[in-house]
């Protein structure tokens, strides 16, 4: 998937090899600082999203290779260890520009522009695929509890939710909003926005929205932080932590670099946040300390 930005991290790109750990000066957020852990080697190809596979213990990478809305069949979807080192670089061929996954069940997700991806976890093997007519350019995706699959449309505005083999609307935006950034909650969807940066709320039963906070650059990414906070990302290179009251800070700050921050993952139970940085192949971990 905001808004005070009084300290800014400064970050040295550094070529060093997966699972190294690197020293990088930490951002203070006042409570919250973010660390360099590790970064991957640049055998990645704009990767745009990371989801941690915690049963398995293992990291999905969403490589769009270059173009992210061109339907060239280039896309793929790599293995990562949670050390940083890539098993399997093309575990999943023949998709276009792949973007959020999602897990439910034994199946792996994957929005791709204009479909619904869905794959066997256990063998990479896809197994189906819904497509959507027009150009909804589906972004990220998020699985509920009872393991509902819920999909952005960026340029329709849209979130749409799997029902009975088919994606069904059950939102909808203002035009120009671009939908990104999703998070599905017991009582609520957490939303960015990429034009407007904003970060919102919706009621999905009365289709009520508020904005929880503003300024957020462009909204890509949401991932809880287990305290009531959250990180979201700006594509263009910044992390923010976003309290319970929607005060945002800006814990990383890279853009100046020309290194974007995508679409990530967080694990609540080492505090490691998994982020991928698109055109820089690379993913990189933080871990997020006081």
């Known amino acids: 998937m905001k808004n005070v930005f009084p300290f800014i991290f400064l970050v040295a790109l550094i070529s ?63 293995k990562m260890d949670i050390s940083g080192n890539i098993t399997l670089l093309r575990w999943i061929e023949g998709l276009n520009g792949p973007k959020g996954m999602g897990i439910s069940g034994n199946s792996l997700y994957i929005a791709d522009i204009d479909e619904l991806v869905e794959a066997n976890i256990n063998t990479g093997e896809i197994i189906g695929k819904i497509k959507l007519e027009g150009k909804p350019d589906l972004n990220d995706i998020t699985v509920g509890g009872d393991g509902t699959v819920y999909v952005s449309g960026s340029r329709s ?42 970060f919102k709320e919706i009621n999905p039963e009365t289709g009520a929205m508020k904005v929880i906070s503003e300024n957020m650059g462009q909204g890509d990414g949401i991932v809880p932080v287990g305290n009531g906070g959250y990180l979201t990302t700006s594509w263009k290179g910044a992390v923010f932590f976003v309290s319970v009251a929607g005060v945002s800070t800006r814990l990383l700050d890279t ?12 694990s609540i ?5 998994y982020l991928p940085t698109f055109y820089k192949n690379r993913v990189k971990a933080y871990r997020l300390v006081k």
């Open 16 to 78: 060093c090899n997966p699972g190294a750990n690197k020293k990088q000066m930490p951002a203070s957020s006042g409570n919250y600082k973010l660390e360099l852990v590790w970064q991957s080697d640049t055998l990645l190809r704009t990767p745009e999203s990371v989801l941690l596979d915690r049963d398995r213990n293992i990291l999905y990478v969403s490589n769009v290779n270059m173009n992210p809305w061109e339907k060239d069949g280039n896309g793929f979807i790599s």
């Open 255 to 266: 853009e100046s670099l020309g290194e974007n921050a995508a679409d990530p993952d967080f």
């Open 157 to 198: 505005n849209a979130i749409y939710q799997l029902k009975d083999g088919t994606l069904a609307e059950v939102f909808k935006g203002n035009e120009g909003e671009r939908f990104n950034g999703l998070f599905r909650e017991k009582d609520r969807i957490l939303l960015l926005t990429s034009t407007t940066g904003l």
């Open 269 to 273: 139970e080492t505090q490691v946040l």
